[in-house]
């Protein structure tokens, strides 16, 4: 399985060449940052959502189920799937402390989600939909049971 796994890594390593170049805003002019904002209007208003294999090209059924890795393997590719994400500006939400191999299959289900994706800026996605009862991260780690909605 680790051949497969490193394989996969691999894989996930050259799917960041298709990320977009980002711009330094601080050097951008005005003209640049307000076609940037046109840019991003557009992208609501016309484009729909699409699921995240779509934006790396790298389909989720590649990625073998949690019971079949050990947790350094699920660790392993969590942090690719986390670094293939920072490639495209797109950040995890989710607590500093929870363990990477069990973020894996939370990340993988995330990869058939639709997402809306803007290629300029940065893009969150949560795990967690500030119910406490429903937390993906259980008890010990869910970040949202001291928050008053």
Same mark, same amino acid.
């Given at each position: 399985?680790?051949?497969?796994?490193?394989?996969?890594?691999?894989?996930?390593?050259?799917?960041?060449?298709?990320? &977009?170049?980002?711009?330094?805003?601080?050097?951008?002019?005005?003209?640049?940052?307000?076609?940037?904002?046109?840019?991003?209007?557009?992208? %609501?208003?016309?484009?729909?959502?699409?699921?995240?294999?779509?934006?790396? @090209?790298?389909?989720?059924?590649?990625?073998? &189920?949690?019971?079949?890795?050990?947790?350094?393997?699920? /660790?392993?590719?969590?942090?690719?799937?986390?670094?293939?994400?920072?490639?495209?500006?797109?950040?995890?939400?989710?607590?500093?402390?929870?363990?990477?191999?069990?973020?894996?299959?939370?990340?993988?289900?995330?990869?058939?989600?639709?997402?809306?994706?803007?290629?300029?800026? /940065?893009?969150?996605?949560?795990?967690?939909?500030?119910? &406490?009862?429903?937390?993906?991260? @259980?008890?010990?780690?869910?970040?949202?049971?001291? %928050?008053?909605?």
């Amino acid at each position: 399985m680790q051949k497969y796994i490193n394989q996969l890594i691999e894989d996930l390593r050259a799917a960041k060449k298709y990320a &977009p170049v980002q711009k330094d805003r601080l050097l951008m002019s005005d003209t640049e940052i307000t076609e940037e904002l046109e840019e991003i209007d557009r992208i %609501i208003d016309e484009e729909p959502d699409k699921p995240l294999h779509n934006i790396f @090209g790298i389909d989720p059924i590649v990625f073998p &189920p949690l019971e079949k890795l050990t947790d350094k393997q699920a /660790q392993q590719l969590a942090e690719e799937i986390l670094a293939l994400w920072g490639a495209f500006n797109i950040e995890a939400v989710y607590p500093g402390n929870f363990p990477k191999n069990k973020l894996y299959p939370l990340l993988i289900r995330k990869f058939k989600e639709p997402f809306m994706y803007f290629p300029a800026g /940065q893009t969150g996605i949560e795990f967690c939909h500030y119910v &406490p009862e429903e937390c993906p991260f @259980g008890n010990e780690f869910c970040m949202c049971k001291d %928050i008053n909605l």
